[in-house]
């Protein structure tokens, strides 16, 4: 889990998303009552080829 200050965080509220918010905002919610499951994870899959796809 990133919980850099400067990393961003989407969550949902009432099927709608919101953010980003950074990691210190996203705490204050979840304190506040905010369910853990309304959390929406991102991921940015990058691959480079590989020796073998270079022909």
């Known amino acids: 889990m990133n919980t850099s200050p ?3 965080w989407f ?3 009432n099927q ?3 953010g980003p ?3 210190t905002t996203l705490q204050s919610l ?3 009552g905010l ?3 309304s959390l ?3 991921c940015l899959l ?9 022909g």
């Not at 990058?46 to 270079?54: E, I, Q």
């Open 21 to 23: 918010v950074a990691f």
């Open 16 to 18: 709608e998303r919101k």
């Open 6 to 8: 400067t990393s961003s």
């Open 35 to 37: 369910p853990a499951s």
């Open 11 to 13: 969550y949902a509220e």
């Open 46 to 54: 990058y691959t480079s080829p590989s020796p073998r796809d270079r």
């Open 40 to 42: 929406v994870w991102t």
């Open 30 to 32: 979840l304190s506040q």
